[in-house]
């Protein structure tokens, strides 16, 4: 059964920095592209950025500049580096997996406050 187990939230002060990662098990990780997205209470899901199987990264508007979406296939695990986070970064980051069928993880909370 595909696991992803996201690690790396908690609290941080404005324009501090967090790194997320996603551990994947049962899944042919090098051949799933992966993604971030989040979600904030009160807005809807959305796509924080992505990274192809060859490792080419796409970020969200939000995120160019300040995020940094990466994946060691020898430890099926993605990593999302997010720097200078501000208030509005506060949210529950998910990763998904997607081959042939979409798997997510359960989500790690990201909180930003002074």
């Known amino acids: 059964q595909v696991q992803l187990v996201e690690s790396g939230g908690g609290w941080v002060q404005p324009g501090g920095s967090l790194r997320l990662s996603c551990a994947a098990s049962?899944?042919?990780?090098?051949?799933?592209?992966m993604s971030w997205y989040r979600h904030a209470p009160g807005k809807e899901r959305e796509w924080v950025a992505s990274?192809?199987?060859?490792?080419?990264?796409n970020y969200a508007g939000f995120g160019k500049g300040r995020f940094t979406i990466s994946r060691d296939n020898a430890k099926n695990t993605m990593y999302l580096q997010m720097n200078r986070l501000k208030p509005e970064d506060t949210a529950v980051y998910y990763c998904?997996?997607?081959?042939?069928?979409?798997?997510w993880g359960q989500g790690t909370q990201v909180t930003v406050s002074s």
């Open positions: 998904k997996a997607m081959t042939v069928l979409v798997y």
């Open positions: 049962e899944l042919t990780f090098s051949l799933a592209a």
């Open positions: 990274i192809t199987t060859g490792g080419s990264p």
